[in-house]
């Protein structure tokens, strides 16, 4: 297998500036890797192989030339099948939109495709982004990299798991509750939510639209760190979109984090059924920051508790909202029917999986006459006193370190007839969603079973370079996230 995997994103980028690799040459060595791994981890729900060694060509030309649009012009990332472009099938994984391709490019993968990067291939995920361990697609269940039999977290399994095994430097996903870091944490690798706001949402199709954030899944912080200083920015066409300058949050990446303020929330670390061995190793990472200069503080988050009941509440009341466009009319999936009323039934009842259904019937419950003050107002309520915990611990720290998930990746099926245990694995992560702040996880040891474990990091809103300032300072004085899983011609 060629070495050139191994390598991360802005590593490649200097390799090609120095003359040792080519754009061609670094898409045909993932795409080998695609061929001789995703068979068995089940990543990628298509490959884009002859466009993107065509693009690859192209931009080759182009860095001849001295025309390059950006230092990353030429390389290869794969996309998340939520987020909608003319070049790629964006299905969600679902029955119901399989086959759909989008007239229209997101605005992320619009400025992506203006700085040059190839878009190599197509991530599975949980259907319409509603899981935690990619087992919900209806195509087929993603396996984790390290332990095939285990899952690779989702919704944005998919991306995770191509990141870690090597068949793309990095993804984009989206992360409504998590979506973005479990995974992440799960697979390995890096895994960075982004400000509400601060990436563009035109173009990823919507679950839960004052949850869902789009951003990068890599290898290091740096190249978390690069690739937002390119998707970042307002963008009129999103409502949401925070406006300002964007921003050097590669240039940031001092490694100096003397006198930078940690916070540790006991609410985090007392956690009922969580995995001690992941618990010790996410301390001993916290230790590991103090020790280059840092210094910590304790913290409270005292509405954590109600994090995961509070999400999934507001979370399917939006799904419920944002799903009812799906109805077999203008566009994805139509089944045959006598009426439209049949139609309608018909074409929900076969397009959408169990979990989408269950998630649409909980929303539609919470938002219904009778019950909208007793549990969708007061959950908005319990969000207020989520992000104001926030607020305050921020007023005595600069970022806040926790684990991302109670503890290593499951075996697959284990959770999927028990949705309460698996909603619990968005414990960690949901609470960050809520209140709109920026969080990453990044790789902090293995488990003795030789499982990945995440850090949490979690800053202030509009916090990110001070975030990954943190996360890259810890990967300089560690190997985390340097080690590879074993796997078919590795």
């Given at each position: 297998?060629s070495a050139l995997?191994?390598h991360t994103l802005?590593?490649?980028a200097?390799?090609v500036?120095?003359?040792?690799?080519?754009?061609r040459?670094?898409v045909?060595?993932?795409?080998?890797r695609?061929e001789?791994a995703?068979g068995?981890?089940g990543?990628?729900?298509g490959?884009?192989?002859?466009?993107?060694?065509?693009?690859?060509?192209?931009?080759?030309?182009?860095?001849?030339?001295?025309?390059?649009?950006?230092?990353l012009?030429?390389?290869?990332l794969?996309?998340?099948?939520?987020l909608v472009?003319?070049?790629?099938?964006?299905?969600c994984?679902?029955?119901?939109?399989?086959?759909?391709?989008?007239?229209?490019q997101?605005s992320c993968?619009?400025?992506?495709r203006e700085?040059?990067?190839?878009?190599?291939?197509?991530?599975?995920m949980?259907?319409f982004?509603?899981?935690?361990?990619?087992?919900?697609?209806?195509f087929?269940a993603?396996?984790?990299?390290?332990?095939?039999q285990r899952?690779?977290?989702g919704?944005s399994g998919?991306?995770a798991?191509a990141v870690?095994?090597?068949?793309?430097?990095?993804?984009l996903g989206s992360?409504?509750?998590?979506?973005?870091?479990q995974?992440?944490?799960?697979c390995g690798?890096?895994?960075?939510?982004?400000?509400?706001?601060?990436v563009?949402?035109?173009g990823l199709?919507?679950f839960?639209s004052?949850?869902?954030?789009?951003?990068p899944?890599a290898r290091s912080?740096?190249?978390?760190?690069?690739?937002l200083g390119l998707i970042a920015g307002?963008?009129?066409?999103?409502?949401?979109?925070v406006?300002g300058?964007?921003?050097?949050f590669?240039?940031?990446?001092s490694g100096?984090?003397s006198?930078v303020?940690?916070?540790?929330?006991?609410?985090?670390?007392?956690r009922?059924?969580?995995?001690?061995?992941s618990?010790?190793?996410?301390?001993?990472?916290?230790g590991?920051?103090?020790?280059?200069?840092a210094?910590?503080?304790g913290?409270?988050l005292?509405?954590t508790?109600?994090?995961?009941a509070?999400y999934?509440l507001l979370?399917?009341?939006?799904a419920s909202?944002n799903?009812s466009r799906y109805?077999?009319v203008?566009y994805?999936?139509?089944?045959?029917?006598?009426?439209?009323?049949d139609?309608?039934?018909?074409?929900?009842s076969?397009?959408?999986g169990?979990?989408?259904?269950?998630?649409i019937l909980?929303g539609?419950y919470?938002l219904s006459a009778?019950?909208?003050?007793?549990?969708y107002l007061?959950?908005?309520?319990v969000r207020t006193l989520i992000?104001?915990?926030?607020?305050?611990?921020f007023?005595?720290?600069?970022v806040?370190?926790?684990?991302?998930v109670p503890g290593p990746a499951?075996p697959?099926?284990e959770?999927t007839?028990?949705?309460?245990?698996?909603?619990?694995?968005?414990?960690?992560?949901?609470?960050?969603n809520l209140?709109?702040v920026?969080?990453?996880?990044?790789?902090?040891?293995?488990t003795?079973?030789g499982?990945?474990v995440?850090l949490q990091?979690?800053g202030?809103?509009?916090g990110?370079e001070?975030?990954?300032?943190v996360?890259d300072?810890?990967?300089?004085h560690t190997?985390?996230?340097r080690?590879?899983p074993a796997?078919?011609g590795?």
């Amino acid at each position: 297998m060629s070495a050139l995997v191994e390598h991360t994103l802005c590593e490649l980028a200097e390799r090609v500036e120095a003359g040792e690799a080519s754009c061609r040459e670094i898409v045909a060595a993932h795409l080998e890797r695609i061929e001789r791994a995703d068979g068995e981890i089940g990543a990628l729900l298509g490959v884009r192989a002859s466009e993107a060694l065509e693009e690859a060509e192209r931009a080759d030309a182009l860095r001849a030339s001295g025309s390059a649009p950006s230092k990353l012009a030429g390389l290869p990332l794969a996309v998340k099948a939520n987020l909608v472009s003319p070049q790629l099938e964006s299905n969600c994984g679902s029955r119901i939109l399989e086959g759909f391709r989008a007239p229209y490019q997101a605005s992320c993968l619009e400025r992506l495709r203006e700085a040059g990067l190839v878009l190599l291939a197509t991530a599975n995920m949980d259907e319409f982004a509603m899981g935690s361990s990619c087992e919900n697609s209806a195509f087929a269940a993603t396996r984790n990299p390290w332990d095939p039999q285990r899952v690779p977290g989702g919704s944005s399994g998919g991306s995770a798991a191509a990141v870690a095994a090597r068949m793309a430097p990095a993804a984009l996903g989206s992360d409504t509750g998590g979506s973005i870091r479990q995974p992440a944490a799960l697979c390995g690798v890096v895994g960075l939510k982004p400000t509400y706001g601060r990436v563009s949402r035109y173009g990823l199709v919507a679950f839960a639209s004052s949850l869902d954030q789009i951003g990068p899944l890599a290898r290091s912080a740096e190249d978390a760190a690069e690739l937002l200083g390119l998707i970042a920015g307002h963008d009129p066409r999103d409502s949401t979109s925070v406006a300002g300058p964007v921003p050097d949050f590669r240039g940031a990446l001092s490694g100096e984090v003397s006198g930078v303020r940690v916070g540790v929330p006991a609410e985090f670390f007392s956690r009922e059924g969580a995995d001690e061995e992941s618990m010790d190793l996410v301390r001993q990472a916290v230790g590991a920051i103090e020790e280059i200069g840092a210094r910590t503080c304790g913290v409270s988050l005292p509405h954590t508790e109600y994090g995961v009941a509070t999400y999934y509440l507001l979370c399917t009341a939006e799904a419920s909202s944002n799903l009812s466009r799906y109805d077999g009319v203008k566009y994805g999936f139509r089944a045959p029917a006598d009426s439209l009323e049949d139609m309608y039934r018909r074409t929900r009842s076969l397009g959408f999986g169990a979990e989408v259904k269950r998630r649409i019937l909980l929303g539609s419950y919470v938002l219904s006459a009778g019950y909208y003050d007793a549990y969708y107002l007061r959950a908005q309520r319990v969000r207020t006193l989520i992000r104001r915990d926030f607020e305050a611990a921020f007023e005595t720290c600069d970022v806040i370190a926790t684990p991302t998930v109670p503890g290593p990746a499951w075996p697959l099926g284990e959770k999927t007839g028990d949705p309460l245990q698996m909603y619990l694995s968005d414990v960690f992560t949901a609470t960050v969603n809520l209140a709109g702040v920026p969080a990453v996880s990044i790789p902090c040891g293995f488990t003795r079973a030789g499982l990945p474990v995440g850090l949490q990091l979690i800053g202030p809103a509009l916090g990110e370079e001070t975030l990954l300032r943190v996360a890259d300072a810890y990967q300089r004085h560690t190997d985390w996230h340097r080690r590879s899983p074993a796997l078919p011609g590795h």
